[in-house]
């Protein structure tokens, strides 16, 4: 796959989400990426479900969580707890530009494959919990520490019940998308810039779980330092707008309505047929809107139940009011939009063949939609990489893989 960090070659050293997300993000940008896993099992992705069951009915079947998060890259074993692993590696990533990786931190420095121990025109990507240092750092956790500790699971759910988390592994993937956006900056200094500019080196990306969550709280930081104020969990509406939430439609599913503006609420008005509600003094102005936020999302509530979601939306975009159907899976295969644009792709994986993905994201204007590779076999790339790229002689490699190193 071609792009614009075509020629760039990426170790991706990571398990589960965060690390080996940004290394396939990289890799959907036209970097080689190269997996490193562990001999015998692999990446824990592997054994994640859903699965489907090509030809082990009575195994857990093939990951399609690996299917879709493994994709893009080749895949390579080696047992970095040997000190002979530990020096495979090493010449690996001579041969690199990158290296991702989500260790606990000091595991890779206590396997002497740490950033002192590489070439320093390396850029090391770094994920972890809580950083690289500090006194937490050395805490073991996932996705839930990183939403909980960074401030947003406080603020997920409604304000008489407990936090809820988001439905995905929010806090991998965002760390994974600042990281590899901190990597290419990493990158562009290395390549771009002077020697007394930075250039010429590489630099270590010390990105942390709960730094990615803290990055989008928006105000709610200032507005402690200055107001004092503790922002609290609001459910699907603001208290400074409305109309404004999720509402339930006659055939089950929910349309989220925006229509706080002025504008916005006199549009919705036409749409429902109840431009009464345009001169009713309590949804005359935002703020009065807002301050009878019940009153006025529940007569929304009230029309949206006696229609299925398509009509609504239909209504709504024939008045220009901004309004999104909550889509499923099977609303999001069948979109004609999504299909048009080609945010989802088939991507013909080794082991259960073609199956459909969403699409590298973003992409860029003039050039087709690249589709990556499918998840790689444990160790299926153990040959070329070891031998072509490395330069294994064909009895080292053996006795290497016959070793259990490899």
């Known amino acids: 796959m071609t ?80 000190r002979e692993g530990q020096e495979l590696f090493r010449r690996l990533c001579a041969t690199a530009d990158v290296v991702c990786e989500n260790f606990r931190p000091g595991t890779m420095e206590r ?58 592994t929010i806090s991998d993937y965002l760390t994974g998308v600042f990281a590899a956006q901190a990597a290419v900056a990493a990158l562009y200094r290395r390549d771009a810039r002077p020697p007394d500019q930075g250039g010429g080196r590489g630099a270590v990306v010390d990105a ?34 409305a109309p404004l939430d999720n509402y339930p439609t006659r055939d089950g599913k929910y349309v989220c309505i925006v229509a706080g503006s002025d504008t916005n609420f006199w549009r919705l008005c036409a749409a429902m047929g109840r431009e009464d509600l345009v001169d009713d003094p309590r949804f005359s102005r935002l703020a009065d809107r807002a301050k009878h936020g019940d009153e006025i999302n529940a007569l929304v509530a009230d029309w949206t139940s006696t229609l299925p979601a398509a009509e609504i939306e239909a209504r709504c975009v024939e008045f220009d009011v901004p309004v999104a159907t909550a889509y499923t899976a099977a609303d999001i295969a069948a979109d004609e939009h999504m299909i048009a644009r080609g945010d989802l792709i088939t991507v013909i994986d080794p082991v259960i063949g073609a199956v459909r993905q969403q699409a590298p994201f973003p992409r860029f204007v003039g050039e087709p939609v690249p589709v990556p590779s499918g998840a790689p076999r444990l160790g299926e790339h153990n040959e070329e990489v070891w031998c072509g790229l490395v330069g294994l002689g064909p009895a080292e490699y053996r006795q290497f893989v016959a070793s259990g190193v490899i």
């Open 3 to 82: 792009g614009p960090l075509h020629g760039l070659r990426v170790i991706d050293a990571g398990t589960r989400i965060s690390a080996p997300f940004c290394a396939g993000l990289l890799g959907e940008m036209g970097a080689e990426v190269i997996k490193v896993e562990l001999p015998g099992g692999g990446d824990f992705m592997r054994e994640i479900g859903p699965f489907v069951h090509p030809g082990h009915p009575d195994g857990p079947g093939y990951s399609l969580f690996w299917a879709v998060e493994g994709r893009g890259r080749k895949s390579v074993t080696c047992d970095l707890r040997r």
């Open 111 to 168: 396997w002497g494959i740490g950033p002192a121990d590489l070439d320093p025109r390396l850029v090391m990507v770094r994920i972890s919990v809580f950083g690289q240092d500090g006194p937490k750092s050395p805490r073991p956790g996932l996705d839930r520490l990183g939403i909980g500790y960074g401030g947003l699971l406080h603020l997920t759910g409604y304000p008489d019940r407990p936090p809820v988390r988001v439905g995905v």
């Open 208 to 241: 942390y779980l709960y730094g990615s969550v803290l990055r989008i709280l928006e105000w709610t930081i200032a507005a402690y330092d200055r107001l004092g104020i503790v922002r609290e969990r609001e459910g699907n509406r603001l208290a400074t707008s």
